[in-house]
């Protein structure tokens, strides 16, 4: 079974078949420090765990039956789990059709903004895995990338305590087993530090062949609520700015998904104006750091995500050149105030309740519609709406 533990993090917990009705649970299995379960798969031998680890995930197997003598809490690399090896941290994961409850092998798709999708087979008794399919895909040079064929490769580190997190990559960069634009487009991570020092996960995208630093425009985008991980997966649209020397930078503000089990609550409610924080501290980034050139940063958001868009321009309106919104959330008051709409109640807890004082003074704050200033001279802006959208 899954409990939650007083942090909000979920824990593992298992019984005899026989002993369930007497509640008679034990063995606590606990996730990774820095980690936390998201999710599992269980088979007839193994246990598939999803984790976690911020603005990563990992996918780990366990051997079934586990030790259901032992009594004492244990962490999950007490049960050797095998981590399932992948190109880059920054990899999307997302499991495939596994419906056979007796088989030994999980698919998995994988991406990134640098790796077309692929569709790789992980032999949780062998510990070996398979890439099965990978996107062709046709870049401006007219290379294609593809693996055209079945491709076994012996590698899958074991976790130990002592274990980087790096070593899940163990055997696999050295075999460019995968079809990566390493070679042209460059992927890195940072850490920016926004409003009371918090450190902002930002993915910036580039071409090798881009003009020299602090001649590029930029693309900035982010979303930032619902606890929802912005998709960082591979993309064929931003190749046409890449290869025009644009930079494509991917924001995990707060709000959103990853950082630490609270990194949702610490962007949304009350709370909310700390997406808005993040995301102009990630522009600044981008401009100050010489990614991209000043007075050549452009951003899109939709829906929710247009909202940061639309509350930092109200902020910051020479920091951005040009802005895409797409279905932008820009009227946070009336809209919450008009209970006939289905989504009313529930977004209460993400951008607050405008009918408590405390929560409509947080609201105003941030709320784009509401913060129009007609002295200030806004940047370009492509705003699109959807008919019938009866949210």
Known sequence: RVGKLGNG??????????????????????????????????????????????VSSMLCSVNLPTDISCKHVREIEDLSPWVFPVPSSSCRMVPGSNHDYMTTV?????????????????????????????????????????????????SGPILSKKADNDKRNQGVEGLQAWKEF??????????VVSHEGIKVPLTIVFSKDAPHKGQSPGLLEAYGAYGEVLDKSWNS????LLDRGWVVAL????????????????GSGVNKINSVYDFISCGMYLVNQGYVK???????????GALLLGAAINFHPDLF????????????????????LPLTILDYEEFGNPKIQTEFKAIMEYSPYDNINQGLCYPPMLVTAAFNDSR
């Open 294 to 304: 000043k007075d050549g940063l452009a951003a899109i958001g939709s829906s929710a």
């Open 237 to 240: 649209d931003r190749l046409s």
């Open 106 to 154: 999980y698919r998995v798709v994988l991406s990134s903004p640098v790796i077309p999708d692929l569709i790789v087979d992980y032999d949780m008794s062998e510990r070996r895995f398979s890439i099965i399919h990978q996107e062709e895909v046709l870049s401006a040079t007219d290379h294609a990338f593809m693996v055209s064929s079945k491709l076994s490769i012996d």
């Open 182 to 191: 390493s070679i042209k487009y460059v992927c890195e991570s940072h850490e």
């Open 251 to 266: 924001a995990d503000v707060r709000g959103g998904g990853g950082g630490h089990p609270s990194w949702h609550q610490c």
């Open 9 to 54: 993090k979920l824990y593992l917990g298992i019984c005899r078949v026989e002993d369930i009705n007497s509640g008679d649970w034990q063995n606590v299995i606990l996730p990774r420090e820095g980690a936390s379960f998201q999710d599992m798969d269980i088979f007839d031998k193994h246990l598939v765990l999803f984790l976690d680890e911020g």
């Open 321 to 340: 050149r040009a802005a895409i919104l797409k279905v932008p959330f820009l009227d946070i008051c009336n809209t919450l105030m008009d209970v006939s």
